[in-house]
């Protein structure tokens, strides 16, 4: 099962990258958790200074912009094929 957090206070961004990841997540019938990481404190752990931030099972991925949905789709493709 995929761990997911998306980080970010609520930007437009942050909302949009939630909502692909869930997209992604559906349309590749993948086991996934998805969570909205919104505390700055938080995010801040992550060592990211721009959001949106993904963060896959405890690995940033991502930060700083929206990524296309071909590529969000290539990294969380990747990661559940690396967990078996």
């Not at 990481?37 to 991502?62: E, Q």
């Not at 700083?64 to 290539?74: M, V």
Request: charged share 20%; with cysteine; hydrophobic share 40%.
């Amino acid at each position: 099962m995929l761990n997911i957090k998306v980080l970010g206070a609520g930007c437009t961004n942050c909302i949009n990258l939630e909502k692909l990841c869930k997209e992604v997540v559906e349309e590749n019938h993948l086991e996934a958790t998805i969570e909205k990481v919104t505390d700055f404190k938080d995010i801040m752990t992550y060592g990211i200074l721009s959001t949106p931030g993904l963060v896959v099972n405890g690995k940033v991925v991502y930060s700083g912009k929206l990524p296309t949905k071909s590529t969000l789709t290539n990294w969380l493709m990747n990661a559940m094929a690396s967990q078996n």
